[in-house]
């Protein structure tokens, strides 16, 4: 039998490594995000639009569609790769690593962040990925003005994941908040999307109503 993500939580935080100085990677706080990430995509623009050749309004519309496309890769990575776990020790040691501590200790606050280390070495892959597939399609460069907007859409992502952790939900947000929610303590394979409910509406990952049974139509 597959194993499952638990929904059984604890307080306090997680110990994943032994040795301290990895452990140390493994945190983070918002201020240190900010200012790394931040200027990584700063970086980006400034490199496609002085350096590349790219418009102004190319990176802008490339931004705005590499936003959305994160909307895409957050709800498939959270769904496919941070439950993804087999009874194989290597893979229950990895997804223990990539989320399972956080759906044990999901009042972490040094951890509910990506750490800059662990986070830029992820951006690298994924800007390598994201080069190959538009260079193959002809068009190499606009990796430059794409990838800042989806980095700005994870950003963003994990600045509300944070939040619906950390803070009483604003009453416009409230239904989001609650989204999050049933997937860490009643519904962990479901409710995947944590910043949006549009693609757990077209997957069909919606948690079900709590008055009715039925798939939950928030927004």
């Known amino acids: 039998m597959k194993p499952k993500v638990t929904t059984e939580f604890q ?31 700063i970086g980006l623009v400034v490199l496609a639009i002085n350096y590349i050749g790219l418009s102004p309004w190319a990176v802008a519309g490339l931004f705005a569609i590499g936003i959305f496309f994160w909307t895409f890769a957050e709800y498939m990575l959270h ?14 040691r990895f997804h223990f690593i990539m989320h399972g501590s956080h759906h044990k200790f999901p009042r972490d606050e040094e951890r509910l962040l990506m750490p800059p280390v662990p986070g830029l070495l992820m951006a690298s892959v ?16 606009l990796t430059f003005g794409f990838f800042p907007g989806f980095f700005s859409g994870y950003l963003m992502y994990s600045f509300v994941h944070r939040a619906t952790h950390v803070m009483r939900p604003p009453r416009r947000f409230k239904k ?23 693609w757990d509406r077209v997957f069909g990952t919606m ?9 939950a139509q928030t927004s």
Request: net charge positive; aromatic share 20%; charged share 15%.
């Open 207 to 215: 948690p079900p109503d709590r008055k009715q049974g039925e798939p």
């Open 126 to 141: 994924l800007f390598g990925f994201f080069y190959v597939i538009f260079w193959i399609a002809g068009f190499s460069e």
């Open 11 to 41: 307080h306090g935080q997680a110990r994943i490594f032994k040795n301290p100085f990895l452990e140390s990677l493994t945190k983070t706080n918002p201020v240190q995000n900010i200012i790394v990430y931040g200027i990584t995509i």
């Open 79 to 92: 769904r496919y790769l941070f439950h993804w776990v087999t009874e194989a020790k290597w893979s229950q």
């Open 176 to 198: 989001l908040w609650m989204h999050h929610s049933l997937h860490h303590y009643r519904y962990p394979d479901k409710a995947f999307g944590v910043s949006n409910t549009l």
